[in-house]
């Protein structure tokens, strides 16, 4: 009996068992829901539209686009893009909202450098900006139309002309002149050479600009005479050598023979221009520059007459003979190319 009722020993410690795939469940859950919520985060910020704001060759517009790239917001709002065009943003880089792209397409221009002409393509502002885009180099001296602060515009000439100035030192003759003095032992038509001329020498100094490669100005800068010219002296004859000539049984020494006068006939008039009464067969009116007034003439057809009067019309190798009636010289009118020889202020018969 004792045995049945003997009190069983309980353990001081009880070990209770544990589940460890319990424990790696829990951290699986946890990573899944933090995946999930990078998920949703990312879709959220990625795939709502964003609002972009485009800049096209200056004209700003502002669109919302789901598009994850450049390019494809460039394809999706057809704006054309060619490498000669300015993208301000590279062409593959995301998309953020709020952002600014600018696009700057290339214009085409024409470009004449020093005569030589192409076509290109350019997103420079100004002209000035061209040239750098080209690698052109300015002179100090060359022309650029129109200036470097100029706009560029579509199809546009641009004009760059190459000026170059260089001084040159060139040694010229100076020509003599001639200078001319009255020899009367000399016979008239004759000429006599006094003193022999001789050139000089001048050296000058000369600016020439050329414009792409072509001279188109000279300017003198100064000059400098090294050797003076001497002029050249001659004399000239004013004797007149005078032959004897026979006409109406007399001989006389004309001073000087006119050939191809007029002559004309008048009448009338109590008194000449010499104060002497007109006389037909001696008076003629003639033009005192030609023949001196009170001198005697021989008039081949008509002999000997005496410069006594002069007229208005009677200019020149004219000759006006007095008649005696109006008539005859009306009748007479104008004849022409007759030889007058003129004698002199004494009466040769």
Do not use: C
Not at 106 to 118: V, Y
């Amino acid at each position: 009996m004792g045995k049945l009722f003997q009190k069983t020993a309980i353990p001081k410690s009880v070990v209770i068992p544990t589940f460890p795939f319990l424990k790696k469940k829990r951290w699986v859950i946890l990573l899944s829901v933090v995946f999930v919520l990078i998920f949703v985060t990312t879709w959220y910020v990625l795939g709502r539209n964003k609002e972009i704001t485009l800049i096209i060759d200056g004209q700003a517009k502002r669109v919302e686009t789901s598009q994850k790239i450049v390019q494809d917001l460039l394809i999706e709002q057809r704006i054309s893009f060619k490498t000669e065009d300015r993208l301000s943003v590279p062409l593959k880089s995301r998309l953020k909202d709020g952002q600014t792209i600018r696009v700057d397409h290339a214009k085409s221009i024409s470009l004449n450098i020093a005569g030589e002409q192409k076509e290109v393509l350019t997103t420079a502002k100004t002209v000035g900006e061209l040239l750098k885009q080209q690698k052109i180099t300015l002179g100090k001296l060359d022309k650029v139309t129109p200036t470097i602060q100029s706009p560029i515009t579509p199809q546009m000439e641009v004009i760059v002309t190459r000026i170059e100035k260089k001084i040159v030192q060139t040694e010229e003759d100076i020509p003599f002149g001639y200078v001319r003095k009255a020899d009367t032992n000399l016979p008239k038509g004759k000429e006599k050479v006094l003193t022999k001329g001789k050139k000089g020498k001048v050296i000058k100094f000369v600016e020439i600009t050329y414009e792409n490669g072509k001279e188109v100005e000279k300017k003198l800068l100064k000059q400098d005479i090294v050797q003076p010219k001497n002029d050249q002296i001659v004399a000239y004859g004013t004797r007149i050598d005078r032959s004897i000539v026979s006409r109406g049984g007399f001989t006389f020494r004309p001073r000087e023979t006119l050939t191809n006068v007029t002559i004309t006939q008048y009448s009338g008039g109590s008194y000449t221009y010499l104060g002497t009464r007109p006389t037909p067969g001696r008076t003629i009116a003639v033009d005192p520059n030609v023949i001196p007034l009170g001198w005697w003439v021989y008039i081949e057809g008509f002999g000997f007459r005496r410069a006594e009067d002069i007229g208005g019309s009677v200019k020149g190798n004219i000759i006006d003979i007095y008649v005696s009636s109006r008539e005859s010289a009306i009748s007479y009118g104008i004849r022409y190319g007759y030889k007058v020889y003129v004698i002199g202020p004494n009466r040769p018969y």
